[in-house]
């Protein structure tokens, strides 16, 4: 079970570049209002559970922000940004069709058709291992191999999951093996919107035949949802880059049972000119290729194919993107990898430098790669498919 408080503070970032952040903290939340949350004693589609007994209701069923963040109009020339890392929601039930829900939201005041929207996002879902059942939503365990979509919607409310189609529909079938399915959706422009709305990261995960009780955890802090606010006359196409692959030639698959996963930095720019406010978005292809060698260390009697992850930091100096970091244009996320083998990942995410921020800033994809019975002779490289690009937005 998350620990989450049910009306925790909202992790939410909200930015300008031409005036001090504009977040409206003291609405109160309507949980019922929305029609985010289920109904006590039925699943999704109003009925029973199978033992003829309904679900008990958890803060898993219900919104887990109070209210979602609001972002104001941008100004003529210029932009606003909004970013929100916080679940409203901490599983979605496997259906035998798409019912999509809500997992991120914001809420974007007096849209004018002068102005753009930029969307993009991240989501990752995990399938019902063992390991999961007793402390997480999850009643049994996954007896298929799940599909689940995501795309960005924008919505009537915060729990509105069938609005307006903003940007592409991403989709992925997760199994046991690879049971950690993270999706990136890139960024889409849409212009001559009007009124107040929000925009919704929305998933719907389907599978043959599923029970009531078959469910995909959505995993907290793994994900995000990223929003700029175009003004009239702005430069929105920005000032492109490509990252340059600084990745070691090969790097070690980490027993994790010894050591945590070392992190390498795969992909880095410097950017110089950075100014407070300015807006820097990451969209990234990364392809990994593995290799094993000799065997699991002894009495070693867990997984061997690794788990490989990627973030995007940007920070103040090359050598330490962690230790120096200004923030996280991205979460954590990735999935598991046979060994031999070559898995590709995405990412998108973006972020508006803070006050106080240097002239000179790097931006850096950090990789970590391994797994609990890795080989000591386990490793893995960037393939050369990869392709990493970061865009900077600055105000007029």
């Not at 889409?188 to 389907?206: E, F, P, Q, R």
């Not at 070392?262 to 407070?276: I, N, R, S, W, Y």
């Not at 995410?349 to 994809?365: E, F, I, N, R």
Request: proline share 6%; net charge negative.
């Amino acid at each position: 079970m998350r620990t989450t408080p049910l009306l925790a503070p909202i992790a939410l970032v909200a930015l300008v570049t031409t005036s001090p952040a504009c977040v409206d903290e003291d609405r109160p939340g309507d949980a019922a209002a929305d029609g985010d949350e289920d109904a006590d004693d039925v699943d999704d589609e109003g009925e029973l559970d199978d033992e003829g007994e309904g679900d008990d209701l958890t803060r898993d069923d219900l919104p887990l922000v109070e209210a979602p963040l609001r972002l104001l109009p941008a100004p003529d020339g210029g932009f606003r940004f909004a970013r929100t890392t916080e679940e409203r929601r901490g599983y979605v039930r496997i259906q035998k069709s798409s019912t999509w829900r809500v997992v991120y939201s914001i809420e974007v005041e007096a849209l004018k058709a002068s102005e753009a929207l930029a969307v993009r996002g991240e989501v990752q879902l995990t399938t019902c291992q063992a390991s999961d059942l007793g402390d997480t939503p999850c009643k049994r365990i996954t007896p298929f191999d799940p599909k689940y979509k995501a795309k960005i919607v924008l919505g009537d409310g915060p729990g509105d999951a069938d609005g307006v189609l903003l940007s592409e529909v991403g989709d992925v079938t997760c199994s046991h093996f690879k049971h950690h399915c993270a999706l990136a959706l890139d960024e889409s422009k849409t212009g001559d919107l009007k009124g107040t709305k929000y925009v919704n990261l929305v998933v719907a995960a389907t599978g043959p035949a599923p029970s009531t009780k078959d469910r995909m955890i959505v995993d907290e802090g793994h994900g995000g949802l990223y929003v700029t606010r175009i003004g009239a006359g702005a430069d929105a196409k920005g000032e492109a880059a490509a990252m340059k692959d600084v990745s070691p030639s090969w790097m070690s698959l980490d027993t994790e049972d010894v050591e945590p996963r070392a992190p390498h930095v795969t992909f880095q720019v410097k950017l110089t000119g950075a100014e407070a406010g300015e807006i820097v978005d990451v969209d990234a292809k990364i392809v990994a290729v593995t290799e094993g060698h000799g065997g699991k260390p002894g009495g070693c009697s867990g997984a061997r194919d690794p788990l490989i992850t990627h973030q995007v930091f940007l920070s103040k100096h090359a050598g330490d993107p962690i230790g120096s970091k200004l923030g996280a244009l991205t979460a954590k996320n990735g999935g598991n990898c046979h060994l031999d083998d070559q898995c590709t990942y995405r990412k998108s995410g973006a972020l508006a430098l803070p006050k106080g921020a240097p002239g000179t800033v790097y931006v850096s994809v950090v990789s970590t790669g391994g797994r609990s019975c890795s080989s000591s002779q386990d490793r893995w490289k960037v393939g050369g498919a990869s392709e990493v690009t970061v865009r900077r937005r600055t105000s007029k």
